[in-house]
């Protein structure tokens, strides 16, 4: 009966969320439904396949754990600098961490990229796509790099057909990026989840990477759901020629680069958000929260949870409708979605490091909702990719400006619909991230 129940719920979940991208689809008569209905079976089976075949589950973790060691290997380059600082202060640690593996990470993608690699398995996958979603090659390869790589560098895989490209190909191009995470900040949740344990980070890191590759067909499926394919496509798929690195140690040095001005705007990023959101809850909290009276209503029907009628509270029940729609218990809905709302509103990187905070201080322990949050927030469909996006590959192709523009919006949607549909798949399969 439970078995049943949680199936009953998943459907329902994934009925509403394809009607949320139905309602913004800008062609409702052009839908190809027999493209969704194959996106989410590939879905289905890779998921499958992914949690619960034993030799591809083992080799997932292999991959997860070799990450693993990457974070320790990082961790020993940044020794070299830092010293025994982290240990020494204790809040200088997660600084350390979470940036030095940002770079380290960024070298090593680009090692990986210029010894072809990185392009070997990515090609695989964009070949599984193009075959059983009948896509263009353009848009395939794209979805197949956003598995590994970030939103911001996918588009460099196909910069050579992006003047080509139809609305429907920017707007899948977009949606792809939205719906997964980069390479680099996945070594950063795996350690911010795992709380310092290696098992327990090998085992979110395997969730993290299962993540990325079911969020890849479900970013194709909301994508056609909101813009059809019209034209006829070019399907065969074929890496560029043009070599990105001069030589190895231009790989390293170019990746070293990147990774340190993207850990200098993640470090940023997280002061602003954080200090702005301790901004919005105390204005909301003090100014209407104390003079109503409401706060202590909050504190008392969350159980503590909540401390206040303020913006975390706000979102939180802004967002609780998509936490259900997910399968979220009941006790856990508010407090899923505030983490929802903020990954929407700020970035993944906000919502996650609070996520590991509620986890491990135990205001998040159903296990359930962790599994579910634990895929629902590994993307980047946050508002401020809509600009990332459309400034970085309009810089790529400057024709295709308006498109960026005109999709931006329904693309964010589509990449948060598409992590969700993840999550509902995995939750449903495996019920217990343990």
Same mark, same amino acid.
């Given at each position: 009966m439970d078995t049943l129940l949680t199936l009953l719920r998943a459907l329902i979940g994934i009925i *509403?969320?394809?009607?949320?991208?139905?309602?913004?689809?800008?062609?409702?008569?052009?839908?190809?439904?027999?493209?969704?209905?194959?996106? %989410?079976?590939?879905?289905?089976?890779l998921g499958l396949a992914l949690l619960k075949v034993s030799f591809v589950h083992d080799a997932v973790a292999g991959v997860s754990a070799f990450f693993s060691r990457l974070i320790g290997f990082s961790d020993d380059g940044a020794t070299m600098i830092f010293g025994t600082m982290?240990?020494?202060?204790?809040?200088?640690?997660?600084?350390?961490?979470?940036?030095?593996?940002?770079?380290?990470?960024?070298?090593?993608?680009?090692?990986?990229?210029?010894?072809?690699? =990185?392009?070997? &398995?990515?090609?695989?996958?964009?070949?599984?796509?193009?075959?059983?979603?009948?896509?263009?090659?353009?848009?395939? +390869?794209? #979805?197949? #790099? !956003?598995?590994?790589?970030?939103?911001?560098? /996918?588009?460099?895989?196909?910069?050579?057909?992006?003047?080509?490209?139809?609305?429907?190909?920017? !707007?899948?191009?977009?949606?792809? *990026?939205? #719906?997964?995470?980069?390479?680099?900040?996945?070594?950063?949740?795996?350690?911010?989840?795992?709380?310092?344990?290696?098992?327990?980070? &090998?085992?979110?890191g395997k969730h993290l990477l299962t993540a990325s590759i079911l969020s890849a067909p479900a970013a194709m499926i909301a994508a056609k759901i909101i813009a059809p394919q019209t034209e006829s496509v070019d399907g065969?798929?074929?890496?560029?020629?043009?070599?990105?690195?001069?030589? =190895? =140690?231009? /790989?390293?040095?170019?990746?070293?680069?990147?990774?340190?001005?993207?850990?200098?705007?993640?470090?940023?990023?997280? &002061?602003?958000f954080t200090g702005l959101v301790a901004l919005l809850n105390y204005v909301i909290g003090s100014w209407i929260g104390d003079w109503t009276g409401l706060n202590g209503w909050v504190a008392s029907v969350t159980d503590g949870k909540f401390s206040a009628f303020d913006?975390?509270? +706000?979102?939180?029940?802004?967002?609780?409708p998509f936490a259900w729609l997910l399968g979220v218990p009941n006790g856990d809905l508010l407090i899923?979605?505030? =983490?929802? *709302?903020?990954? +929407?509103?700020?970035?993944?990187?906000?919502?996650?490091?609070?996520? #590991?905070?509620?986890?491990?201080?135990?205001?998040?322990?159903?296990?359930?909702?962790? %599994? &579910?949050?634990?895929?629902?927030?590994?993307?980047f469909a946050n508002i401020a990719s809509i600009g990332i996006q459309v400034g970085g590959i309009s810089a790529l192709e400057k024709s295709q400006r308006p498109n960026l523009l005109r999709y931006g919006f329904r693309a964010l949607v589509g990449g948060m619909v598409a992590c969700y549909l993840t999550a509902i798949m995995a939750s449903t399969i495996q019920s217990s991230i343990y």
């Amino acid at each position: 009966m439970d078995t049943l129940l949680t199936l009953l719920r998943a459907l329902i979940g994934i009925i *509403g969320l394809l009607a949320l991208c139905w309602w913004v689809s800008e062609d409702r008569k052009r839908i190809n439904w027999k493209l969704v209905g194959s996106g %989410l079976a590939l879905q289905l089976l890779l998921g499958l396949a992914l949690l619960k075949v034993s030799f591809v589950h083992d080799a997932v973790a292999g991959v997860s754990a070799f990450f693993s060691r990457l974070i320790g290997f990082s961790d020993d380059g940044a020794t070299m600098i830092f010293g025994t600082m982290p240990s020494d202060v204790p809040l200088f640690g997660m600084a350390w961490t979470v940036l030095s593996a940002i770079v380290f990470f960024s070298a090593f993608s680009a090692i990986l990229y210029h010894l072809r690699i =990185l392009q070997v &398995i990515v090609f695989a996958f964009a070949w599984m796509l193009s075959k059983t979603l009948k896509l263009s090659g353009a848009e395939c +390869l794209a #979805a197949a #790099a !956003n598995v590994f790589i970030g939103q911001t560098e /996918a588009p460099l895989v196909i910069k050579p057909y992006l003047r080509g490209m139809t609305r429907s190909e920017i !707007n899948s191009l977009m949606t792809g *990026g939205m #719906a997964t995470i980069a390479g680099g900040v996945l070594a950063i949740y795996m350690s911010a989840l795992g709380g310092g344990d290696e098992a327990s980070i &090998i085992a979110f890191g395997k969730h993290l990477l299962t993540a990325s590759i079911l969020s890849a067909p479900a970013a194709m499926i909301a994508a056609k759901i909101i813009a059809p394919q019209t034209e006829s496509v070019d399907g065969q798929v074929a890496f560029p020629k043009e070599k990105e690195y001069d030589g =190895l =140690l231009d /790989a390293a040095t170019r990746g070293t680069s990147d990774g340190l001005k993207l850990a200098l705007n993640v470090g940023a990023m997280l &002061i602003a958000f954080t200090g702005l959101v301790a901004l919005l809850n105390y204005v909301i909290g003090s100014w209407i929260g104390d003079w109503t009276g409401l706060n202590g209503w909050v504190a008392s029907v969350t159980d503590g949870k909540f401390s206040a009628f303020d913006f975390s509270f +706000l979102i939180g029940v802004l967002s609780a409708p998509f936490a259900w729609l997910l399968g979220v218990p009941n006790g856990d809905l508010l407090i899923v979605g505030q =983490l929802l *709302g903020e990954r +929407l509103v700020f970035n993944e990187l906000f919502a996650y490091l609070h996520f #590991a905070e509620l986890k491990n201080s135990g205001a998040i322990t159903d296990g359930k909702s962790i %599994l &579910i949050l634990t895929y629902a927030l590994c993307g980047f469909a946050n508002i401020a990719s809509i600009g990332i996006q459309v400034g970085g590959i309009s810089a790529l192709e400057k024709s295709q400006r308006p498109n960026l523009l005109r999709y931006g919006f329904r693309a964010l949607v589509g990449g948060m619909v598409a992590c969700y549909l993840t999550a509902i798949m995995a939750s449903t399969i495996q019920s217990s991230i343990y």
